[in-house]
């Protein structure tokens, strides 16, 4: 299956499954071609979402707080600039410019796909 169809249908983002269903030479074509973006070790995203959900499925958390408002296409007041992300408490991620980490457990009902807290 093509990369950027399968990150389509995946919700933008994927783990190492994308190298299983596509192949890892159509994934290294597709990333040079810019069609793929790598956002963390194993991960990929399409370039659309790379800044925002893309960072967050690199630091293997979920975009959330303001970051999760503006996908939700919430108007969002203050503070622009910069993706929110909570990852679990147990994980202790690499340092991102421009990325706030917090760390708490959620459920799996607190997150809708592909990796953003629930409006609620």
Do not use: C, K, N
Request: glycine share 14%; net charge positive; charged share 15%.
């Amino acid at each position: 299956m093509d990369p950027v169809e399968f990150l389509h249908r995946s919700g933008g983002v994927a783990g190492p499954v994308l190298l299983q269903a596509s192949g890892r030479r159509s994934v290294h074509t597709a990333m040079a071609a810019g069609t793929v973006v790598r956002v963390g070790r194993g991960r990929y995203a399409l370039p659309v979402i790379a800044a925002s959900v893309g960072a967050a499925h690199g630091l293997s958390g979920v975009l959330s707080h303001v970051s999760a408002a503006r996908f939700w296409g919430w108007e969002i007041g203050g503070r622009l600039g910069g993706v929110d992300v909570i990852v679990p408490r147990t994980r202790h991620p690499r340092v991102v410019t421009g990325v706030v980490v917090r760390r708490r457990d959620l459920s799996p009902a607190d997150v809708a796909p592909p990796g953003v807290t629930t409006p609620l």
